[in-house]
């Protein structure tokens, strides 16, 4: 998982021990911290909680020069979308977590906010809200 996320993210561990990892990818002391955990066994993704979580480039082709250079790493797509507010590339790591890496489309968050409380999205929304 650690090595997974520092390619994903182009990243780096701030800290790494045998048991945990905090990785960061900005002049943040960490993004997302993986450990061990004892008593915890291989990841079910038929259960409820957590649906993605989602990273956002500030352009088109930002987003896809991420998504070639995860290529090159054998990191693949396993959904693509246009959702409306955001044009979304999806990856599965290690564990069956979904990411998704996204640009948004709307000049401002308060656009974004109106069009998803509208009608158009009522007609896109994902299957599992």
């Known amino acids: 998982m650690v090595s997974y996320y ?3 993210l182009g990243a780096h561990a701030a800290y790494e ?3 945990s990892a905090f990785i960061t990818y900005d002049e943040e002391h960490h993004r997302i911290p ?3 955990v004892p008593g915890t066994g291989e990841n079910i993704r038929t259960s409820s909680g957590l649906e993605h979580i ?3 480039f500030p352009t088109l082709g930002d987003l896809l020069e991420s998504y070639k250079e995860r290529k090159e790493y054998g990191i693949y ?4 979308v246009d959702y409306g507010p955001t044009v979304s590339i999806h990856y ?3 564990d069956g977590n979904i990411l ?3 640009v948004d489309c709307f000049a401002t968050s308060e656009e974004a906010n109106e069009w998803m409380e509208g009608e158009e999205f009522m007609e896109k929304e994902p299957s599992w809200r």
Request: hydrophobic content about 55%; cysteine-free.
């Open 77 to 80: 797509l396993i959904w693509g």
């Open 92 to 94: 599965m790591d290690p």
């Open 34 to 36: 993986i450990a061990a």
């Open 100 to 102: 998704e890496s996204q």
């Open 17 to 19: 021990n045998e048991n």
């Open 54 to 56: 989602a990273f956002t």
């Open 6 to 8: 520092i390619v994903f």
